[in-house]
């Protein structure tokens, strides 16, 4: 071989890799979720339930998404794991599109099924403790296919909180003398 022709391959070679860089730097972004970034803070706000089967329970979440970021927050779909006492118990989906302003928060409902049967294996002993402590993991979509962003929050809540408060009233009582 002559350096003439290991000159050509060197040549050859280099143009090849060129060529290759910014493709590979194409999909290192994409796997590595380059559009992504944390997803607004999930904070759970209220709980309705609509419908009941033997094994399922639908259940409507009032959620309140937080956008601590700058810039506006723009969302077009979501899926919410629920999680109560670390029990996996359901799933809410929604295609709605949601922008969540920059430094602002705003409420989303999500209609979540909830297994009965993973509920009744935890029902007594979150009536026992008077409290529960509930999760959610939650991945919200973006305008393109690369564009996902997840946010998981945690919390508890007291049975107490939703006992009213004794009445008391200015009445007179009644007394047998």
Same mark, same amino acid.
Not at 26 to 43: F, H
Not at 55 to 62: G, H, R
Not at 93 to 111: C, E, G, K
């Given at each position: ?10 040549i ?18 994409l796997? #590595? ?24 329970? #639908?259940?409507?979440? &009032? ?11 723009e ?10 006492n ?7 989906l929604?295609?709605? &599109?949601? #922008? ?20 009744? #294996? ?20 973006g ?10 929050t945690?919390g ?5 909180d ?8 200015n009445a ?6």
């Amino acid at each position: 071989m002559n350096a003439n022709h290991i000159n050509r391959v060197t040549i050859a070679m280099m143009k090849v890799i060129m060529k290759t860089i910014p493709l590979l730097m194409a999909v290192a972004a994409l796997l #590595t979720g380059c559009g992504g970034g944390p997803g607004p803070s999930v904070n759970l706000v209220s709980v309705s339930f609509k419908d009941a089967t033997a094994l399922e329970t #639908t259940a409507v979440f &009032t959620l309140r998404l937080s956008n601590e970021q700058p810039e506006p927050v723009e969302m077009n779909g979501s899926v919410h794991k629920i999680f109560l006492n670390g029990l996996y118990v359901g799933k809410g989906l929604s295609d709605a &599109t949601v #922008t969540v302003p920059r430094l602002s928060t705003v409420t989303n409902d999500v209609t979540v099924h909830l297994s009965n049967l993973a509920l009744a #294996t935890r029902l007594k002993a979150v009536i026992e403790a008077k409290r529960f402590d509930y999760r959610v993991q939650s991945t919200f979509f973006g305008k393109s296919w690369t564009d996902r962003r997840t946010s998981e929050t945690e919390g508890k809540l007291e049975l107490n909180d939703f006992v009213p408060a004794s009445e008391t009233t200015n009445a007179p009582t009644s007394e047998i003398r």
